[in-house]
């Protein structure tokens, strides 16, 4: 047992607490001496305890009166490195500092803080893997931290032959139901979730969590749904609007109408007298909120303005194997002619099948 496998320890850890932890990261950490851990803990919910005083906190629960024996001499596996500034809670280093660990190994750096520096000058070794495990836990965040913006990621379920929207409402599903609950991870997983007024309008839908293993954690917390419109008219009788959790529309107007009874804590974000939305100028906006990952749910209009202006990261496809034809519209309503599918703007990170349906990964260059 090496250190690839006590970080993969941690990484599984860290993944416990995936929905919970957001605008912050997943972390996890396990304390080893003798090739056995004594000790582990993640980060469970945002504004909590950090994985290593979780891990610290359980090798004292274990062994009460002699917890500090039993830290001297073991290595601690964090799989983000820790944190050396005040936050919600204090720095980590100055409790990693109370006792006489013999390696610190780290997964991966966090380039906010200054921990492994600080560490190495109290005189630990300290070894950072830069781990791929590790980077993956938190692409969101590190992509925040590197071009100081949101990481927008937009979902798409289509047809075969690329269509996503149906031109009547006979229908409303596309792809089956195996895809549609796994969207509920891509939900949980955002600060906020994006759509547009069109999606309000015609499809009523209430864009939030629902699987319920996810929901009944207590630490869970809905992202924020966020609407573009900018003539405000709305369908405000649209569950979007009625269901609890934090809601924004994003509008060129200063005011909101007079809203029916029943919706609560909803705010406006004024970009503007334009007669249009910038996506740009939303981004600028959005990117000094304490917001590290976007869900982007729209039709082809909305998701074709992101897309031309380069502002999406990722894209979720979920592809159904019928063909819609004339049936539906394609799903992109941009003005630039975007090959996707090729290897010139996106790397396919992920590609599988989910149900009937198949499910692909595109990631930006």
């Given at each position: 047992?090496?250190?690839?496998?006590?970080?993969?320890?941690?990484?599984?850890?860290?993944?416990?607490?995936?929905?919970?932890?957001?605008?912050?990261?997943?972390?996890?950490?396990?304390?080893?001496?003798?090739?056995?851990?004594i000790?582990?803990?993640f980060?469970?919910?945002?504004?909590?305890?950090?994985?290593?005083?979780?891990?610290?906190?359980?090798?004292?629960?274990?062994?009460?009166?002699?917890?500090?024996?039993?830290?001297?001499?073991?290595?601690?596996?964090?799989?983000?490195?820790?944190?050396?500034?005040?936050?919600?809670?204090?720095?980590?280093?100055?409790?990693?500092?109370?006792?006489?660990f013999?390696?610190?190994?780290?997964?991966?750096?966090?380039?906010?803080?200054?921990?492994?520096?600080?560490?190495?000058?109290?005189?630990?070794?300290?070894?950072?893997?830069?781990?791929?495990?590790?980077?993956?836990?938190?692409?969101?965040?590190?992509?925040?931290?590197?071009?100081?913006?949101?990481?927008?990621?937009?979902k798409?379920?289509?047809?075969?032959?690329?269509?996503?929207?149906?031109?009547?409402?006979q229908?409303k599903?596309i792809?089956?139901?195996?895809?549609?609950?796994?969207?509920?991870?891509?939900?949980?997983?955002?600060?906020?979730?994006?759509?547009?007024?069109?999606?309000?309008?015609?499809?009523?839908?209430?864009?939030?969590?629902?699987?319920?293993?996810?929901?009944?954690?207590?630490?869970f917390?809905?992202?924020?749904?966020?609407v573009?419109?900018s003539?405000?008219?709305?369908d405000?009788?649209?569950?979007?609007f009625?269901?609890?959790?934090?809601?924004?529309?994003?509008?060129?107007?200063?005011?909101?109408?007079?809203?029916?009874?029943?919706?609560?804590?909803?705010?406006?974000?004024?970009l503007?007298?334009?007669?249009?939305?910038?996506?740009?100028?939303?981004?600028?906006?959005?990117?000094?909120?304490?917001i590290?990952?976007?869900?982007?749910?729209?039709?082809?209009?909305?998701?074709g303005?992101?897309?031309?202006?380069?502002?999406?990261?990722?894209?979720?496809?979920?592809?159904?194997?019928e063909?819609?034809?004339?049936?539906?519209?394609?799903?992109?309503?941009?003005?630039?002619q975007?090959?996707?599918?090729?290897?010139?703007?996106?790397?396919?990170v992920?590609?599988?099948?989910?149900?009937?349906?198949?499910?692909?990964?595109?990631?930006?260059?």
């Open positions: 047992m090496n250190d690839t496998h006590f970080i993969s320890k941690a990484v599984a850890l860290a993944l416990k607490g995936k929905f919970n932890t957001k605008p912050g990261v997943n972390v996890g950490c396990v304390i080893v001496k003798n090739k056995k851990i000790g582990q803990g980060y469970e919910k945002y504004g909590g305890l950090h994985a290593e005083i979780n891990a610290i906190n359980d090798v004292k629960k274990r062994y009460k009166t002699t917890y500090l024996s039993k830290l001297a001499g073991s290595d601690i596996y964090i799989s983000l490195e820790p944190c050396s500034k005040k936050g919600k809670t204090g720095a980590c280093v100055n409790e990693i500092k109370k006792y006489d013999k390696r610190i190994v780290i997964g991966a750096k966090d380039p906010t803080q200054n921990g492994i520096t600080n560490l190495r000058r109290a005189g630990y070794e300290v070894i950072n893997l830069e781990n791929q495990q590790c980077i993956a836990l938190n692409v969101s965040f590190f992509h925040k931290a590197k071009f100081k913006k949101p990481f927008i990621r937009a798409v379920a289509m047809s075969s032959d690329h269509k996503s929207v149906f031109t009547s409402k229908r599903w792809t089956g139901i195996p895809a549609r609950n796994d969207v509920q991870k891509l939900r949980a997983e955002a600060d906020i979730i994006l759509t547009g007024s069109g999606t309000i309008n015609e499809d009523s839908p209430s864009m939030n969590v629902r699987a319920k293993k996810i929901v009944a954690n207590k630490n917390v809905q992202p924020a749904r966020y573009f419109s003539d405000l008219k709305l405000w009788t649209a569950p979007f009625k269901l609890p959790g934090h809601k924004v529309v994003v509008t060129s107007k200063k005011n909101l109408p007079k809203l029916p009874q029943g919706i609560n804590n909803i705010s406006v974000m004024n503007g007298n334009k007669n249009s939305i910038s996506p740009k100028d939303f981004l600028k906006k959005i990117s000094n909120l304490n590290n990952n976007i869900l982007l749910e729209a039709g082809p209009k909305l998701l303005s992101f897309g031309d202006c380069n502002l999406i990261d990722e894209y979720v496809f979920y592809i159904s194997r063909k819609l034809e004339d049936k539906a519209l394609y799903f992109y309503g941009g003005s630039k975007l090959n996707f599918f090729d290897n010139k703007l996106f790397d396919i992920e590609e599988k099948i989910i149900g009937k349906d198949k499910k692909i990964i595109l990631r930006k260059k």
